[in-house]
């Protein structure tokens, strides 16, 4: 079955930095759309970014800290978080969704990000 398993979640400062990770199985996943989203507590989920086979997308809010990134020969999707605020908090998830599908059908368990101010 598709797994999704994030890593890379922790504590940092305000202004600090944090790569998250998120490897993929039982999936073709170069074909798939791969996206990240968060939770943080008492609010809903967020699209944070996507990336398909070549072109990005961003929360309009994220652009220029945030960048995502994939290595299909790792099947893996990376989010760099750069100048990260405590806003930034929240259970990370990644997601993936087939081709010509506009929903995300499988997604991770999630990792956190704490930022503290």
């Known amino acids: 079955q598709v797994q999704l398993v994030e890593s890379g979640g922790g504590l940092v400062q305000a202004g600090g930095s944090l790569r998250l990770s998120c490897v993929a199985s039982g999936l073709t996943f170069s074909i798939n759309r791969m996206g990240w989203f968060r939770q943080a507590p008492g609010k809903e989920r967020e699209f944070v970014a996507s990336?398909?086979?070549?072109?990005?997308y961003y929360a309009d809010c994220l652009k220029g800290r945030f960048t995502i990134s994939r290595d299909n020969a790792k099947n893996t999707v990376y989010l760099q978080m750069n100048s990260l605020k405590s806003e930034d908090t929240a259970v990370y998830f990644c997601a993936a969704a087939p081709p010509g599908a506009s929903d995300y059908s499988n997604w991770g368990q999630g990792t956190q990000v704490t930022v503290s101010s």
């Open positions: 990336i398909g086979s070549a072109v990005t």
